[in-house]
C-alpha cells in the first residue's frame, strides 16, 4: 500500500533562517514523490516534484527537496525562509509499479509552516 | 482556460438534501481528479477520469457519492441526502494524462466549501 507521512503539523522558523518540512513515504515499487503549498483560501500549487535522476530537486519559490531512497523520505527544505512562505504543505506520492491504480495520488496531513519576521 | 475552476466557492445546505459541484479543467487536461480535504487532514481522494476509460472509484466513501464527466470537459460530483459528516472543501484537479513513465502534476482548483447543517 502506498502512504505518506508527514510527522509535524506545525514548523515553526524566524525569517531569513534555514526551513525543512518532512516527509516519508511508502510505496510497493519506486515512488513519484510531490509537493504542493496550499495558502488560505486558496487551492493547492504545485512546488516541484521528483521522478528519477538527480536526488535533489529544485522547484518553484526558492523551494527544494532531497530524495534519499535509503531513508524513504523526500524533506522539503529552503536556504532562507521569507514570511509569505507561511502556509499549509502537502506531500504527496504516486506509485509507478505497473498495475497501481493509475492518476492518483496519496497525500500527507499536510504541515502548517509559520515563518516569524 | 487559465485554470481549473469550481463552481460554486461555497455552498451551505440542509441534511437530506442533494448538492452537486461543478469542475471546469484546464483545456487540455485529459486526466481530472475530485478530492476531499477535511478540516485539519490531508486530501482524501474521491475518483479519477482518464479519457474514455473507466472511471477509478474505488476513493468514493458511499454510494450515496457518484461523478460524471462530458468528454475531456466539465465533471460534476453529486452528494445524495447530505451528511454534517459531507462537510469539507472538495478539490478538483486536472492533468495530462500519465503515460508510460512519464507522470504530469496535477493543477488544482480553489475549491467549494460545503457545508451541511
Known amino acids: 500500500a502506498q502512504s505518506v507521512a508527514q510527522p509535524e503539523d506545525q514548523v515553526n522558523v524566524a525569517e531569513g533562517n534555514p526551513l525543512t518540512v518532512k516527509c516519508t513515504y511508502s510505496?510497493?515499487?519506486?515512488?513519484?514523490l510531490f509537493w504542493y503549498v496550499q495558502y488560505p483560501n486558496r487551492g493547492l500549487q504545485f512546488l516541484l516534484k521528483?521522478?528519477?535522476?538527480?536526488?535533489l530537486v529544485k522547484g518553484s519559490y526558492g523551494f527544494e527537496a532531497e530524495f534519499n531512497k535509503s531513508q524513504t523520505s523526500f524533506h522539503l527544505k529552503k536556504p532562507s525562509a521569507l514570511v509569505s512562505d507561511s502556509a499549509l504543505y502537502f506531500c504527496a506520492v504516486r506509485d509507478i509499479e505497473r498495475g497501481s491504480t493509475l492518476g492518483r495520488l496519496y497525500f500527507g496531513r499536510g504541515t502548517q509552516l509559520t515563518v516569524w519576521p | 482556460g487559465a485554470g481549473v475552476s469550481q463552481s460554486p466557492s461555497n455552498k451551505v445546505t440542509e441534511k437530506g438534501k442533494d448538492v452537486e459541484l461543478r469542475c471546469d479543467p484546464i483545456s487540455g487536461h485529459t486526466a481530472l481528479y475530485w478530492y476531499r480535504q477535511r478540516l485539519g487532514q490531508g486530501l482524501e481522494f474521491l475518483i479519477y477520469?482518464?479519457?474514455?476509460?473507466?472511471?477509478?472509484k474505488s476513493g468514493l466513501p458511499s454510494d450515496r457519492f457518484s461523478a460524471e464527466r462530458t468528454g475531456e470537459s466539465v465533471s460534476t460530483l453529486t452528494i445524495q441526502r447530505t451528511q454534517q459528516e459531507d462537510s469539507a472543501v472538495y478539490l478538483c484537479a486536472s492533468s495530462l494524462a500519465p503515460s508510460g513513465s512519464i507522470y504530469n502534476e496535477q493543477f488544482f482548483g480553489p475549491g467549494t466549501r460545503l457545508t451541511v447543517l
Open positions: 521528483y521522478i528519477t535522476g538527480d536526488n
Open positions: 477520469f482518464q479519457g474514455n476509460s473507466a472511471p477509478d
Open positions: 510505496v510497493s515499487g519506486n515512488p513519484y
